[in-house]
């Protein structure tokens, strides 16, 4: 069952407001800040590592999206969290310059997901572990996948 068009338009609302939900939460601490790297479970990310994931997912979401909108049920792969981490080096990024590029990247996703036609919404790629995922599935995983992570920053903070 696809979203009525009230339900989508929260869903693209939820994932459009997420940058300033991290922003209230986090831009106030300076970059120095030791919170950004206490990591209370050793097989999580740091606070600073958060960010630098959430900013480097956007354009995979965004790719996820418009293959999903224009091939035919395409194979959406896995990536590996922990070697894109290393990769990119998240133990060493600036937490701020990782929320600016998060908004950027969100506001990517957002005006791509708020074009699709009601039609795109019943579109399907294939997931490994998952199976076929509609575009409504794969919208609503991502604002899954920032409350997880959003959960974890409250935990987080100094209370």
Known sequence: MTYPPSARNYLIKALAGMPDVFDKLL???GVDHPVWDICPD????SLREVMAHLADWEPIWV???CRTRDETRPFLPSIDEGQLAIAGDYKNRDPHESLARFREGRAKLVSTLDGLAATDWERVAEREFVGPLTMQMLATYVLSHDGYHLHQVVEWLPK
């Open 63 to 65: 790719n996820r999206v």
């Open 27 to 29: 831009l106030e601490l």
């Open 42 to 45: 050793p097989v999580r990310f």
